[in-house]
């Protein structure tokens, strides 16, 4: 009998990856879905055979069958939603970013606290496999305390959301860069701790009218650690590229194709070169065959299913969920200082 009764709350692109994640969990099912789209919703409930479909959440909110709400509405949307939920004794699992304001986020903070509900925010780049493996060297000591961090994400012309000039991530303040920089600033958080925006600067090279930047770098700064972010919506292909700078070795990861190189000290000469060319092929090649193993034994899980099974332990454990609305709130507040910026320049 399934302990989690989920109700999803917006059918639109990312939906799907939440879908895919709840049905893959024996003790979760999905009892209904929302969406102010009567056809969308109608159209979700036959395709993923969910018994349910509303397209009003004052509606949704008397149906008690279920147990939590799996927000995955655009992101202005998300405050009064989640309090909702909560308000009307739903747990509530929340899209990234949980809020673009500070003041929202901390209103969901101050719910989750008055109404003792269980609450998580989706960081789903934290859960992918290169960054799970390279948290665990961390931990191991493998290259020794961190002394620097950058985070590279490149997105072509194509880009969905970018091409698509009536997303709604556009009419955010930052744009779709606000969109996109929630990922960099949690995992910043992740690996350095609290972590201060030094300085931002943003360019125009895409042809797309309705964005008024479409390159960005930022530089942040923690007590002893410094990290960058470059964002580009003008590559020519798709990557996220990973690197942790320790004191005696350094952690080059990929999220796109989920592999990871670790790179000992190394004295320079044309030998060692050599050999270490050799060596991080050799990493590589490992990592693309353990992939290909994992994806064919079917145990292969990306950054939203396994924070979606890691939340529904959680619940069912009655511990504290993998990203905190806590957590959300403190993120936020470093992308609003980010777009605050931008909108600036």
């Known amino acids: 009998m ?15 990856s939440h879908l895919t994640a709840w049905q893959h969990i024996p003790h979760a099912k999905i009892l209904a879905v929302c969406d102010t789209n009567s056809k969308l919703a109608a159209r979700t409930s036959k395709e993923w055979k969910i018994p349910r479909s509303f397209t009003s959440v004052l509606e949704m909110s008397d ?43 901390k209103e969901i903070v101050e719910c989750q606290k008055l109404t003792h509900r269980r609450a998580g925010v989706m960081h789903n780049w934290l859960f992918e496999p290169p960054v799970i493996k390279a948290a665990n060297m961390v931990r191991q000591g493998k290259i020794g305390d961190i002394i620097g961090v ?47 925006v030094k300085s931002v600067e943003v360019s125009k090279v895409g042809e797309y009218p309705w964005m008024k930047h479409d390159e960005f770098f930022a530089t942040f700064k923690t007590e002893k650690e410094l990290a960058g972010t470059y964002i580009s919506f003008n590559a020519p292909r798709n990557a996220i590229y990973i ?28 030998l060692n070169k050599a050999l270490d060319a050799t060596r991080q092929s050799m990493q590589l090649l490992s990592s693309t065959f353990r992939n290909a193993l994992t994806v064919l034994s079917n ?26 609305v806590q957590e959300g709130y403190e993120v936020v507040k470093v992308l609003e200082d980010l777009y605050t910026r931008i909108e600036s320049l």
Request: glycine share 6%; net charge neutral; proline share 5%.
């Open 299 to 324: 145990r292969w899980f990306d950054g939203h299913e396994t924070c979606i099974r890691l939340f529904a332990e959680s619940l069912v454990k009655e511990k504290e969920p993998p990203v905190t």
């Open 150 to 196: 950058q985070i590279s994400v490149l997105h072509t012309k194509d880009d969905p959301m970018t091409a698509n000039s009536n997303h709604w991530s556009h009419q955010l303040p930052g744009g779709r860069l606000s969109e996109m920089l929630i990922h960099p600033i949690y995992l910043l958080r992740f690996f350095l701790g609290e972590i201060q």
């Open 2 to 16: 399934a302990n989690i009764k989920v109700a999803l709350v917006g059918c639109g692109a990312v939906s799907n």
């Open 243 to 270: 690197d942790l700078f320790g004191q005696r070795g350094v952690i080059r990861l990929d999220i796109v194709t989920a592999t990871l190189n670790l790179l000992p000290r190394l004295a320079m000469n044309r």
């Open 63 to 105: 149906f008690k069958e279920v147990t939590l709400w799996d927000i995955c509405t655009p992101i202005n949307t998300h405050k009064d939603l989640a309090n909702q939920a909560m308000q009307s004794g739903f747990d509530v699992l929340i899209e990234k970013p949980m809020t673009i304001t500070s003041k929202d986020a």
